[in-house]
């Protein structure tokens, strides 16, 4: 490619000299481009700033507007600002000079305004004609000692005055505040940090130069925002520390609440860094209108600058919250994702900085300006205390001075006489006696001016010692950052959430037993299992949950707070849960909907529970079978493993078909029994073998043959046979109960029509729940009028298969059992001992010891029954 040449013409000799366009070209705009990136657009590593900031903060310290001055216009500073250091736009430095006096802005302010400063909801700030200012108490921690030439002056513009090229800072407040902005082919975004935290750092790296990133964050925890918010995860954070470039997710604060209509709606108290509130409800109002959220009624933005960020969104009566908190992060800025980029300039070049190079760069920095102060100090401490010295001469010739100085016609021969005269003084000294005021020559004068040499002396050997001894500089500069830190420390402001893959929670939660109930409303709680007090069979019972007229609970069960729940619903819908995250509440309360735990359906609900220890256990979840069976009968084998990556959305576990609905799951080994019981009182057993495993979306396969319409499963156990101390328990509608052994159950074929479990009669009423119990266990009764007992499975008689068994629980006219559950006897504190609250009345035992009559069941074993009755099997 031919070369182009530019001509060039000169005015005193008519001569071209060529000159490459390209590289004329390339080099002008390499020009510019370091003059943006280095004058304008990135941060100087040591104190922070960028060139207009600096120069803001040094003319107001030229101003003398300190933190305990009057405040001064901020078109007074703004114009001593552009009249001799920054020749741009007055609001290129009247914006940069906003921010730094918006408390929303900066994690730490460095300007104290007076007047209209903006919103966080967008609002501009007002003129600078109306508004004030004066420099924060932080930022004269930046200016200090930089009269005792701790950095280089640079001319400004026009050459006519002098101007710092970085400040002496005493806080880094690159790491601080932060700084973001887009130079030429590069950028920078940095995060405000937490002055506690940064100082800490500081402190280890200079106690340990080889400390590590990791170890620095022990320190250094996460970002810290002004506004606040909760940081999701911290994994982009990690590699932002240990690189220079990561990702921070940032979510804004928010909790439910629930109106006296009964009605719950979102209050967001804290919004994502540099989210404009009102913004943010716009986008919210636009999504409503668009259909893409649903669930929303009303929002409003009720901020303000005393009480902070406060916005209402109010829900439909029928909406979930969980699902539109969701969704808000979803779809709005409620979530905000902020890239870390961490360049700034160093040596006068830009640079990608990880946490300790940034940290060490601010530390060398420090290093730096300690020894020229010191220098500097030491400096003037000698020259004071040659003068000093000189005054202890003269007054130790007093006479001869005075006498010396009326003779002498002169200043200049005066000073030369006392130089001539043979103390020892040089014409500085001289200099300094000749104005030496009257006053200072009487004793009291006298012994003020030795107490300061020696004070000076003192000074000087600890500066000399200072610049001898790097340790020492060290320490100084550890003492300052400890007092800044006195001075200016607080507490996070931003949460930190770790997510579940990056660090196990379970090591901050205490593991304990609880009792978590769910109602058929699907209200969901947990509970201290002591709250639970043992009674005898028979008894009243005491309340377990307080709940809506039309509320009853359905669930009840125990569990270690360490554990996780599988939650399988009547759709054949699996979500998972952590016993930890459940919500704590009394024996008496209601709990929370367990909607705003799990992303349900609305027509779906809660049909049963595993417990299961943990799923990260690959030889636990390999070698394990979750059992499903329906009301109609259907039964299906899964493996463990295949539920064992949660999903917040839930996965499918069973097809179920039309007019069916899921109605038990069990965790198997492999190596059980089945048993089915349906309403009807009838029960199968058959071996689990009888079930080859299936994948989740597989439909299943008959377990127990339900040709009634009237007629359904209410149950399923999985019993191990080389357990032969558990017995099969059954219960009725009206409070009869039983315990049956296990053998008293051929094995069959699954399929078939079963025997008979329960002798069902008006008086009992249906079955209504099936148990494997051993006698080391306690049963609790739920009804459901909320109304539940605890008793010993060792005080219910066991019988046979036929029989309808004893009363256990007296149930009020009209109310019926709703649910069963067994939980192991634990040295609970707070347990009733048999005879006190809930002891059974005479005659509420159906079936007694003394019972005469006999009936012979089908395995031809004798059965008591109440009143004579001679059960025999259907």
């Given at each position: 490619?031919?070369?182009?040449?530019?001509?060039?013409?000169?005015?005193?000799?008519?001569?071209?000299?060529?000159?490459?366009?390209?590289?004329?070209?390339?080099?002008?705009?390499?020009?510019?481009?370091?003059?943006?990136?280095?004058?304008?657009?990135?941060?100087?590593?040591?104190?922070?700033?960028?060139?207009?900031?600096?120069?803001?903060?040094?003319?107001?310290?030229?101003?003398?507007?300190?933190?305990?001055?009057?405040?001064?216009?901020?078109?007074?500073?703004?114009?001593?600002?552009?009249?001799?250091?920054?020749?741009?736009?007055?609001?290129?430095?009247?914006?940069?000079?906003?921010?730094?006096?918006?408390?929303?802005?900066?994690?730490?302010?460095?300007?104290?305004?007076?007047?209209?400063?903006?919103?966080?909801?967008?609002?501009?700030?007002?003129?600078?004609?109306?508004?004030?200012?004066?420099?924060?108490?932080?930022?004269?921690?930046?200016?200090?000692?930089?009269?005792?030439?701790?950095?280089?002056?640079?001319?400004?513009?026009?050459?006519?005055?002098?101007?710092?090229?970085?400040?002496?800072?005493?806080?880094?407040?690159?790491?601080?505040?932060?700084?973001?902005?887009?130079?030429?082919?590069?950028?920078?975004?940095?995060?405000?940090?937490?002055?506690?935290?940064?100082?800490?750092?500081?402190?280890?790296?200079?106690?340990?130069?080889?400390?590590?990133?990791?170890?620095?964050?022990?320190?250094?925890?996460?970002?810290?925002?002004?506004?606040?918010g909760q940081i999701y995860g911290m994994e982009g954070i990690k590699q932002a520390y240990l690189?220079?470039?990561?990702?921070?997710?940032?979510?804004?604060?928010?909790?439910?609440?629930?109106?006296?209509?009964?009605?719950?709606?979102?209050?967001?108290?804290?919004?994502?860094?540099?989210?404009?509130?009102?913004?943010?409800?716009?986008?919210?109002?636009?999504?409503?209108?668009?259909?893409?959220?649903?669930?929303?009624?009303?929002?409003?933005?009720?901020?303000?600058?005393?009480?902070?960020?406060?916005?209402?969104?109010?829900?439909?009566?029928?909406?979930?919250?969980?699902?539109?908190?969701?969704?808000?992060?979803?779809?709005?800025?409620?979530?905000?994702?902020?890239?870390?980029?961490?360049?700034?300039?160093?040596?006068?070049?830009?640079?990608?900085?990880?946490?300790?190079?940034?940290?060490?760069?601010?530390?060398?920095?420090?290093?730096?300006?300690?020894?020229?102060?010191?220098?500097?100090?030491?400096?003037?401490?000698?020259?004071?205390?040659?003068?000093?010295?000189?005054?202890?001469?003269?007054?130790?010739?007093?006479?001869?001075?005075?006498?010396?100085?009326?003779?002498?016609?002169?200043?200049?021969?005066?000073?030369?006489?006392?130089?001539?005269?043979?103390?020892?003084?040089?014409?500085?000294?001289?200099?300094?006696?000749?104005?030496?005021?009257?006053?200072?020559?009487?004793?009291?004068?006298?012994?003020?001016?030795?107490?300061?040499?020696?004070?000076?002396?003192?000074?000087?050997?600890?500066?000399?010692?200072?610049?001898?001894?790097?340790?020492?500089?060290?320490?100084?500069?550890?003492?300052?950052?400890?007092?800044?830190?006195?001075?200016?420390?607080?507490?996070?402001?931003?949460?930190?959430?770790?997510?579940?893959?990056?660090?196990?929670?379970?090591?901050?939660?205490?593991?304990?037993?609880?009792?978590?109930?769910?109602?058929?409303?699907?209200?969901?709680?947990?509970?201290?299992?002591?709250?639970?007090?043992?009674?005898?069979?028979?008894?009243?019972?005491?309340?377990?949950?307080?709940?809506?007229?039309?509320?009853?609970?359905?669930?009840?069960?125990?569990?270690?707070?360490?554990?996780?729940?599988?939650?399988?619903?009547?759709?054949?819908?699996?979500?998972?849960?952590?016993?930890?995250?459940?919500?704590?509440?009394?024996?008496?309360?209601?709990?929370?909907?367990?909607?705003?735990?799990?992303?349900?359906?609305?027509?779906?609900?809660?049909?049963?529970?595993?417990?299961?220890?943990?799923?990260?256990?690959?030889?636990?979840?390999?070698?394990?079978?979750?059992?499903?069976?329906?009301?109609?009968?259907?039964?299906?084998?899964?493996?463990?493993?295949?539920?064992?990556?949660?999903?917040?959305?839930?996965?499918?576990?069973?097809?179920?078909?039309?007019?069916?609905?899921?109605?038990?799951?069990?965790?198997?080994?492999?190596?059980?029994?089945?048993?089915?019981?349906?309403?009807?009182?009838?029960?199968?057993?058959?071996?689990?073998?009888?079930?080859?495993?299936?994948?989740?979306?597989?439909?299943?396969?008959?377990?127990?043959?339900?040709?009634?319409?009237?007629?359904?499963?209410?149950?399923?156990?999985?019993?191990?046979?080389?357990?032969?101390?558990?017995?099969?328990?059954?219960?009725?509608?009206?409070?009869?109960?039983?315990?049956?052994?296990?053998?008293?159950?051929?094995?069959?074929?699954?399929?078939?029509?079963?025997?008979?479990?329960?002798?069902?009669?008006?008086?009992?009423?249906?079955?209504?729940?099936?148990?494997?119990?051993?006698?080391?266990?306690?049963?609790?009764?739920?009804?459901?009028?909320?109304?539940?007992?605890?008793?010993?499975?060792?005080?219910?008689?066991?019988?046979?298969?036929?029989?309808?068994?004893?009363?256990?629980?007296?149930?009020?006219?009209?109310?019926?059992?709703?649910?069963?559950?067994?939980?192991?006897?634990?040295?609970?504190?707070?347990?009733?001992?048999?005879?006190?609250?809930?002891t059974a009345a005479e005659g509420e035992i159906v079936a007694t010891d003394a019972t005469a009559?006999?009936?012979?069941?089908?395995?031809?074993?004798?059965?008591?029954?109440?009143?004579?009755?001679?059960?025999?099997?259907?």
């Amino acid at each position: 490619m031919e070369e182009t040449l530019l001509p060039q013409e000169t005015n005193d000799y008519n001569r071209i000299i060529p000159v490459n366009i390209e590289e004329q070209m390339k080099t002008a705009y390499i020009d510019y481009s370091m003059s943006v990136i280095v004058g304008r657009a990135l941060p100087d590593v040591r104190d922070g700033l960028k060139p207009v900031h600096r120069r803001i903060l040094f003319a107001m310290n030229e101003l003398g507007m300190g933190y305990n001055r009057p405040y001064k216009k901020s078109a007074r500073i703004v114009g001593e600002v552009l009249g001799k250091y920054h020749p741009h736009g007055d609001s290129s430095v009247y914006d940069a000079m906003v921010r730094m006096a918006q408390e929303w802005s900066m994690r730490y302010q460095i300007i104290d305004g007076q007047g209209n400063y903006g919103s966080q909801d967008g609002d501009g700030p007002a003129a600078m004609r109306y508004t004030e200012a004066r420099m924060h108490r932080i930022a004269e921690s930046m200016m200090a000692d930089i009269d005792k030439e701790t950095v280089d002056f640079q001319l400004n513009f026009d050459d006519t005055l002098q101007e710092p090229t970085v400040l002496p800072t005493r806080i880094p407040n690159l790491l601080l505040n932060g700084s973001s902005g887009i130079a030429v082919g590069m950028a920078t975004n940095m995060l405000p940090h937490n002055l506690t935290e940064v100082v800490d750092g500081c402190v280890a790296y200079i106690d340990n130069r080889e400390i590590t990133v990791d170890e620095l964050m022990a320190h250094v925890k996460a970002p810290d925002f002004p506004t606040g918010g909760q940081i999701y995860g911290m994994e982009g954070i990690k590699q932002a520390y240990l690189t220079g470039r990561g990702r921070c997710v940032l979510r804004g604060k928010l909790r439910v609440e629930t109106k006296n209509s009964g009605r719950e709606q979102i209050i967001i108290t804290e919004v994502p860094y540099q989210v404009n509130r009102d913004a943010l409800c716009d986008r919210i109002g636009q999504l409503v209108t668009d259909k893409t959220i649903e669930g929303i009624a009303h929002i409003n933005n009720e901020s303000n600058q005393k009480e902070g960020t406060r916005i209402v969104v109010d829900l439909k009566r029928d909406a979930v919250a969980n699902i539109v908190i969701n969704q808000l992060y979803k779809f709005t800025e409620l979530q905000t994702s902020y890239g870390i980029n961490n360049v700034a300039i160093v040596k006068g070049r830009p640079k990608v900085l990880n946490l300790k190079d940034l940290i060490a760069e601010f530390i060398e920095f420090r290093h730096e300006v300690v020894v020229r102060r010191t220098q500097y100090e030491l400096r003037e401490a000698r020259k004071k205390a040659h003068i000093l010295q000189g005054y202890l001469i003269a007054l130790d010739h007093l006479d001869e001075v005075i006498a010396l100085i009326r003779a002498s016609a002169t200043p200049d021969s005066a000073k030369e006489a006392l130089v001539n005269a043979g103390w020892g003084l040089d014409e500085i000294q001289a200099k300094a006696i000749l104005e030496l005021r009257l006053q200072r020559l009487t004793g009291m004068e006298r012994d003020k001016i030795k107490q300061e040499y020696d004070d000076l002396m003192a000074l000087i050997s600890r500066l000399e010692a200072i610049l001898a001894d790097e340790g020492l500089r060290f320490q100084v500069i550890k003492d300052e950052l400890q007092e800044v830190k006195d001075k200016f420390g607080d507490g996070r402001k931003s949460e930190i959430s770790f997510l579940e893959n990056e660090m196990n929670i379970k090591d901050f939660i205490k593991e304990e037993d609880v009792v978590i109930t769910i109602s058929h409303l699907g209200y969901i709680k947990r509970t201290s299992a002591s709250e639970y007090r043992s009674q005898k069979r028979g008894g009243r019972g005491s309340m377990g949950g307080r709940t809506r007229e039309e509320d009853f609970i359905e669930h009840i069960f125990v569990a270690s707070t360490h554990h996780t729940l599988l939650f399988f619903t009547e759709k054949g819908r699996c979500y998972w849960l952590n016993v930890y995250q459940l919500p704590e509440g009394e024996k008496n309360t209601k709990g929370r909907a367990i909607q705003n735990l799990l992303q349900l359906a609305q027509d779906d609900k809660i049909r049963a529970v595993i417990d299961v220890k943990d799923l990260r256990d690959l030889d636990f979840v390999s070698n394990h079978y979750i059992m499903l069976c329906t009301k109609q009968g259907v039964i299906k084998k899964t493996a463990l493993e295949d539920f064992s990556r949660p999903r917040s959305t839930g996965v499918n576990a069973i097809t179920i078909v039309e007019g069916d609905q899921l109605l038990e799951a069990r965790m198997t080994d492999g190596q059980c029994d089945i048993m089915m019981a349906v309403k009807s009182g009838r029960a199968i057993r058959f071996p689990e073998s009888k079930v080859r495993p299936t994948g989740r979306g597989a439909i299943g396969v008959t377990g127990i043959e339900v040709d009634d319409a009237k007629d359904e499963v209410v149950g399923m156990v999985c019993v191990n046979p080389k357990t032969p101390e558990r017995t099969v328990l059954v219960v009725s509608e009206k409070g009869f109960g039983k315990r049956t052994s296990v053998e008293e159950y051929r094995i069959t074929n699954r399929g078939g029509k079963g025997v008979k479990t329960i002798s069902v009669t008006d008086k009992t009423g249906a079955l209504v729940g099936i148990l494997d119990v051993a006698e080391s266990e306690d049963l609790i009764i739920t009804c459901k009028s909320g109304i539940t007992i605890r008793m010993k499975v060792a005080d219910i008689r066991e019988l046979g298969r036929a029989t309808q068994g004893v009363k256990l629980i007296r149930i009020d006219e009209g109310d019926e059992i709703a649910a069963i559950t067994r939980i192991d006897v634990q040295d609970e504190a707070g347990v009733v001992g048999e005879g006190e609250e809930g002891t059974a009345a005479e005659g509420e035992i159906v079936a007694t010891d003394a019972t005469a009559e006999t009936a012979t069941g089908e395995n031809g074993a004798a059965d008591t029954t109440d009143e004579g009755e001679t059960a025999s099997e259907a």
